[in-house]
């Protein structure tokens, strides 16, 4: 299982970013999919999560109405829509996959929300 994420940078308030997450090594249309973020100094924290079939979502309540999960099963790829950036959302943002019961997780990609 390899998890690759991309798309983060620098941002002003109010800024928008897409991060992707590109997946291989096991079935990515049967399982569901999650971004979390973990910034300087704090404990990594749950942002959102999509179903498998991309039915379903939910988002850390911070989050609402500003970011949008969406997957592309035919690209095995999840994404992550920012928009309406904080300076708070500054974070390392990382994908996530259980899979046969294992946890797995990508690099991180760096998102910066800062004037």
């Known amino acids: 299982v390899q998890l690759v994420e991309f798309g983060g940078g620098l941002v002003q308030p109010g800024g928008s970013l897409r991060l992707s997450c590109a997946a291989s090594?096991?079935?990515?249309?049967?399982?569901?999919m999650t971004w979390y973020r973990q910034a300087p100094g704090k404990e990594r924290e749950y942002v959102a999560i999509i179903s498998s079939n991309g039915d379903l979502k939910n988002y850390k309540d911070s989050v609402k109405g500003r970011f949008t999960i969406s997957r592309d099963n035919a690209k095995n790829t999840v994404y992550l829509q920012m928009n309406s950036l904080k300076p708070e959302d500054t974070a390392v943002y990382l994908c996530?996959?259980?899979?046969?019961?294992?946890?797995?997780w990508g690099q991180g990609t760096q998102v910066t929300v800062s004037s």
């Open positions: 996530s996959a259980i899979v046969l019961g294992r946890d797995y």
């Open positions: 090594g096991f079935t990515f249309s049967s399982y569901r």
